[in-house]
Protein backbone atom coordinates (compact mmCIF):
# COMPACT_ATOMS: atom_id res chain seq x y z
CA UNK A 1 0.00 0.00 0.00
CA UNK A 2 1.67 3.19 -1.06
CA UNK A 3 0.41 6.51 0.90
CA UNK A 4 0.39 9.67 -1.38
CA UNK A 5 2.59 12.37 0.03
CA UNK A 6 0.65 15.45 0.89
CA UNK A 7 -0.97 17.62 -1.54
CA UNK A 8 -3.67 20.32 -1.11
CA UNK A 9 -7.36 19.31 -0.94
CA UNK A 10 -8.02 21.27 -4.10
CA UNK A 11 -5.61 19.62 -6.07
CA UNK A 12 -5.92 19.69 -9.79
CA UNK A 13 -5.73 15.98 -9.53
CA UNK A 14 -9.43 15.41 -8.44
CA UNK A 15 -11.91 14.90 -10.64
CA UNK A 16 -14.45 17.65 -8.91
CA UNK A 17 -13.57 21.14 -8.59
CA UNK A 18 -15.04 24.13 -6.85
CA UNK A 19 -14.02 27.10 -5.80
CA UNK A 20 -13.90 28.48 -2.21
CA UNK A 21 -16.77 30.50 -2.44
CA UNK A 22 -19.12 27.39 -4.11
CA UNK A 23 -17.75 24.93 -1.08
CA UNK A 24 -18.84 27.55 1.27
CA UNK A 25 -22.23 28.20 -0.47
CA UNK A 26 -23.03 24.35 -0.51
CA UNK A 27 -21.92 23.27 2.53
CA UNK A 28 -22.61 24.23 6.04
CA UNK A 29 -20.06 25.96 8.28
CA UNK A 30 -19.15 22.55 9.72
CA UNK A 31 -19.10 20.55 6.68
CA UNK A 32 -16.73 23.44 5.09
CA UNK A 33 -14.12 23.34 7.71
CA UNK A 34 -14.12 19.13 7.93
CA UNK A 35 -13.79 18.66 4.17
CA UNK A 36 -11.99 21.67 3.19
CA UNK A 37 -9.87 22.42 6.08
CA UNK A 38 -9.60 19.14 7.37
CA UNK A 39 -11.05 20.72 10.60
CA UNK A 40 -12.21 17.41 13.34
CA UNK A 41 -15.55 17.66 15.11
CA UNK A 42 -15.66 17.19 18.44
CA UNK A 43 -16.18 13.51 19.75
CA UNK A 44 -20.13 12.31 20.14
CA UNK A 45 -20.68 15.69 18.70
CA UNK A 46 -21.48 14.05 15.21
CA UNK A 47 -24.80 12.91 13.64
CA UNK A 48 -23.80 9.57 12.97
CA UNK A 49 -21.47 8.06 16.07
CA UNK A 50 -24.06 6.33 16.85
CA UNK A 51 -26.42 5.39 13.41
CA UNK A 52 -26.50 1.61 13.06
CA UNK A 53 -29.50 1.70 10.78
CA UNK A 54 -29.21 -0.10 7.46
CA UNK A 55 -27.91 2.77 4.73
CA UNK A 56 -24.60 3.89 3.13
CA UNK A 57 -22.80 6.74 3.23
CA UNK A 58 -21.99 9.16 0.81
CA UNK A 59 -19.45 12.21 0.87
CA UNK A 60 -20.75 15.56 1.46
CA UNK A 61 -18.50 17.00 -1.06
CA UNK A 62 -19.82 15.40 -4.50
CA UNK A 63 -22.30 12.45 -3.61
CA UNK A 64 -20.21 9.59 -3.94
CA UNK A 65 -21.25 6.57 -1.74
CA UNK A 66 -18.08 6.27 0.48
CA UNK A 67 -19.11 3.80 3.25
CA UNK A 68 -21.79 1.20 4.15
CA UNK A 69 -23.64 -0.03 7.46
CA UNK A 70 -22.26 -3.34 7.05
CA UNK A 71 -19.00 -1.99 7.85
CA UNK A 72 -20.04 0.13 10.56
CA UNK A 73 -18.87 -0.13 13.95
CA UNK A 74 -19.12 1.31 17.04
CA UNK A 75 -15.29 1.69 18.30
CA UNK A 76 -16.24 3.86 21.39
CA UNK A 77 -14.71 6.60 20.17
CA UNK A 78 -17.39 9.23 19.30
CA UNK A 79 -16.89 9.32 15.15
CA UNK A 80 -18.40 7.04 12.99
CA UNK A 81 -16.20 3.99 12.64
CA UNK A 82 -16.14 1.38 9.22
CA UNK A 83 -13.68 -1.41 8.91
CA UNK A 84 -13.08 -0.52 5.27
CA UNK A 85 -14.68 1.87 2.54
CA UNK A 86 -17.54 0.70 0.11
CA UNK A 87 -14.44 -0.27 -2.33
CA UNK A 88 -10.71 0.71 -1.87
CA UNK A 89 -10.38 3.65 -4.98
CA UNK A 90 -13.49 5.78 -3.32
CA UNK A 91 -11.14 6.75 -0.78
CA UNK A 92 -7.16 8.31 -0.72
CA UNK A 93 -4.67 7.62 1.95
CA UNK A 94 -2.65 10.82 1.98
CA UNK A 95 0.66 11.20 5.03
CA UNK A 96 -0.33 13.43 7.73
CA UNK A 97 1.94 14.82 10.05
CA UNK A 98 0.33 17.86 11.52
CA UNK A 99 -0.49 18.08 15.23
CA UNK A 100 2.74 16.01 16.13
CA UNK A 101 1.58 12.97 15.06
CA UNK A 102 2.16 11.13 12.31
CA UNK A 103 -1.10 9.64 10.29
CA UNK A 104 -2.89 8.31 7.74
CA UNK A 105 -5.65 10.79 6.14
CA UNK A 106 -8.47 9.67 4.45
CA UNK A 107 -10.39 11.87 1.78
CA UNK A 108 -12.95 11.34 -0.84
CA UNK A 109 -10.97 10.13 -4.16
CA UNK A 110 -13.10 12.00 -6.25
CA UNK A 111 -13.49 15.60 -4.87
CA UNK A 112 -10.64 16.07 -2.25
CA UNK A 113 -12.80 16.56 0.75
CA UNK A 114 -11.07 15.41 3.80
CA UNK A 115 -12.73 12.57 5.27
CA UNK A 116 -11.02 11.47 8.77
CA UNK A 117 -8.36 9.28 9.19
CA UNK A 118 -7.38 5.33 9.00
CA UNK A 119 -5.80 3.46 12.09
CA UNK A 120 -4.43 -0.27 12.42
CA UNK A 121 -6.55 -0.88 15.57
CA UNK A 122 -10.01 -1.67 13.81
CA UNK A 123 -11.96 -5.37 14.05
CA UNK A 124 -11.44 -8.35 11.42
CA UNK A 125 -11.27 -8.91 8.80
CA UNK A 126 -9.24 -5.59 7.55
CA UNK A 127 -7.99 -4.83 11.14
CA UNK A 128 -8.73 -1.16 10.03
CA UNK A 129 -10.60 1.82 11.30
CA UNK A 130 -11.91 4.37 9.31
CA UNK A 131 -12.24 7.21 12.25
CA UNK A 132 -14.51 9.40 10.04
CA UNK A 133 -16.44 12.75 10.69
CA UNK A 134 -19.80 12.71 10.75
CA UNK A 135 -19.84 16.78 8.98
CA UNK A 136 -18.20 15.03 5.52
CA UNK A 137 -20.78 12.44 4.94
CA UNK A 138 -24.09 12.07 4.27
CA UNK A 139 -26.50 9.02 5.19
CA UNK A 140 -28.35 7.39 2.72
CA UNK A 141 -31.19 5.08 4.37
CA UNK A 142 -31.71 1.70 2.76
CA UNK A 143 -35.33 1.97 1.30
CA UNK A 144 -37.19 -1.66 1.72
CA UNK A 145 -37.91 -3.11 -1.46
ZN1 LIG B 1 -16.23 13.74 -2.57
Redesign the pocket.
Known amino acids: MSHNKPHAHDDPKYA?HKTDAEWRAELDPMQYQV?RHAATERAFSGAYWDTFKPGQYD??????P?FTSDSKFDAGCGWPSYSQPINSTVVERVRDASHGMVRVEVR??????HLGHVFNDGPTPTGERFCINSAAIAFKPKTQA
Do not use: E
Open positions: VACVGCGTLCNHCGS
